[in-house]
C-alpha cells in the first residue's frame, strides 16, 4: 500500500542468521499506534519475551521514526529507540522499557528515504558490525577497523565511507557494555539515556549507517506551504524566538534554569557569572538545527583559549555542560565543555556521569569511604580526577567497574544507599537520577512523570502540561483554582505520546504554543495535511493513550508495579541551597508536599488513568477498552 | 546558475533543508532533497540550471536569513 507521509515499510533484521526482510506497514498499526514512538512499542511487543537479559541476543532494538519526519513539517525531526535498557531498574534485577528520544538532521531522515518507518535489530553477531541501511535493505558490514574509537572517530570514519549519510554511533563505553551508554546521531543528539549503547554492544554492533534516495509524499502540499509559512514567520518575527535561534536553550538560562538548577554551592550571582550568557557567548562556535526546526536549540562551541584551546565541543544544549559544571564544581567553563567533550566521544551519560562523580567525590571528602574503596582513585574536585574516572568507567576498570553496572552496584559496594543517603542527588527513581529536582521546579506534571514513569528519572513525558488548554484536553487541571497534577501528569503523558508517535520535537511546539496555537488541533491538522488521514482530536489522543498503556503493560511484564513509582526520599527533605531551605511544593497551589499527600497525587494519577489504584497498573477492562486483548 | 531575486548567505545556513525539501515537493510532487533545485553543504548554496529563473519558492521558508526573496515569490 501507497502511503502519503509515511515511507510504507518496517525493515526487520535478525544479526544472528544475518538475514532481514522487508515487511509492509499495516494500516490496522498506523490507525492503532500512529507510528514513531507509538508503533515502535508494538513492534517491540511482537518479538518481547520478558525478563531477558537486556544483554542477551533476545532483546530486540527497534527503531522508529514518525509520519511527519521529512515531509517538510515543521518541527518532524525526533527518532525513536525501543529497547529493554541494561541500566538495572531495581535492586531486584528488573529493568525498563523505554522509547529513547533523540535525533538530529540526518538519520531518521534517510532510513526513511531508504524505505523505512522502522527498524527492528534482533539477535546478536558473532563479530563487530556496522548495519547499513540503503535504498531497500539492509547490508551487514565488518566493523572490525573501527573498535575502540571515540565516538566521532567513528562518525567521520563512516561519513568518509559513506559521504552525507545518517550516523548512529556507539562508543567506547557501549562497546564494553557500561549500562550508562548511550549513543550519539550524526555526531551531536544523544539517543539512549539507560544504556542504549550497552546493548548494542551486547550485539556487537558498533554503529548504524543510513542513505537513503528515496522521496516522502505529501498529501495536501498546499495547505503545507501554507501552515509552514505561518508558523516560520512566527519563528522569524517574534524576538524571543529569534532569539532561541542564537542562544539555542540558553535563551530561557535567566528564566528558567538559573533559578531551578542552582542547588550547587555557588550563589546564583556566581552561577550567572561562570555559566551565563556572557559566558556561553565566549565560546560558542555556531548552532545547528535538526531537520525542519525554525530554531536550531543545539550550540557548538569551541574553547577560546587556555590548556584545551581549540577543542570543538558540540552540546545538545550548553545548559548541560552548565549544569554540570556547577554539580562538580568545575568554575572554569572551559573545563567543564573538556569533560562534555570526553563523555560525549566516549559515549556515556553525561548526566549520570556528574552525579556519580559527585557523590563519590563527596563521600571520598566526608570521609565516609576511602580510596582504598574507589579501588585506588583519589578523586578529587578537579577536572584530571574527573576524567580518570570517565576513562576508568569507560573501560571498566576498578571502581570503574563498579559504576558502570548502574546505581544499585556502586550503593552496595560502598554500603551506603544513594537513593537514601546522597544529599546532593536530584533523587533517584526505577535506577535512574532525574534531569530534575523537583524541589526547585515545584512538583507539577513534569516532575511528577520521573516519579510514574516506566522510565523514571526523565521528565519529558509530562513536559507538556503546563501548555494544556481546554482544546486539547477534557478537562484543564493546570490552573491555581483547579490543580490536580496527578490527572494532569496522565493526559500529558497521553498528549506526549502523540507527539512522539507523530515525530514531533516538543521544544519549539511548546514554544508555538505560547503564540496561541492549539497543540492537539496543530498536530491533527498536520497530520491530516501530511498523510491524508483525517482524526479528530478526541481520537489521536485516545491513540496515545493505546500506545501509552501498551508501553506501560511491556513493564507490567517486566514486574514493575506501583511498589517501583516511588517519590524520590530526598524530595520530602528539605534541601539547603545558599540562599535558604527549599521544600517540595505543587507548582500552582503551593502546598507543601509531604509523604501522604504525595501518594495522593500518585492515586489522582491512576484513577485519571483507570488503572488499579493499589498495584498501579492498567485494568484488564481498560486494556480491552483500548483494543489491547492482545495483551491480556 | 545565478540568482537574481534571492539574496544567499551561505554563512547563515543551519542546514534544516526546508528549502531543499520544499522546492523538490513543488516542483517534483515528492519531499526528495535529491530532487530539489538547489544543494545545500557546508557554507555553500548552489542554484541547479534546472532551476527556474523567477522561482524564490524556497527563500521563503529559510528561517535563518540564508535565503531571502529578493521581491516576492511567484512560485516559478
Redesign the interface.
Known sequence: MDYYGYAGSVLDLDLTSGESEVIPLESDWINNFIGGAGLSFRLFSKYHKPKVDPLSEENPIVLGVGPLLGSGAPFGSKLFAVTKFALPASEDGKHYITSAIGGFRRFGYMMKRAGFDHFIIRGKSSKPVYLHIKDGGVEVKDASPLMGLDVYETTERLLSLHPGSGVIANGPAGENLVRIALTIVDGVGTLGRGGLGAVLGSKNVKAIVAEGTGGIRVAHKKELFKRAKEIISLFTSQDILKSAQDLGAHVFWDMLYLKNMSSGIWTRERFNELYGVKTFLKSKKHSSTCISCPIGCKTHHQIPDGTWEGIEVKTTHFINTANMGQKLELEDHREALKLTDACNRAGVCMYTFSEMADYLTRLLNEGKITKEDLHGLDLQRNLESYLEFLDKLTKREGIGAVAADGWFALSEHLEYDARVHYKNTRGIVKGTDCIFDARFNRLDSAMLSEVVSPKGGFQAWGTIGGRLTAEDVPVVYNTSENENIGRLTAQAENVMMVLNSLGVCYVPLNTLSMFGYPLMKTLAEMYYIVTGIEVGVDELRLRGERAFNLYKMLNVREGFDRSDDRVPSVWLEPKEAVWGTVVLKTLYTKKVVDEQLMESIIDEYYRERGWDIEKGIPTPEKLRSLQLDFLL | MEKTNIVIDPSKC?????CQ??C???H?????P??ARLVIEENTITFLDTCREKCSFCA??C???ALTPAKASTGG
Open positions: 543551519r542546514m534544516c533543508l526546508q525539501i520544499f523538490s515537493l513543488l517534483e510532487d515528492e519531499a526528495n535529491s530532487k521563503d521558508y528561517a535563518y536569513g
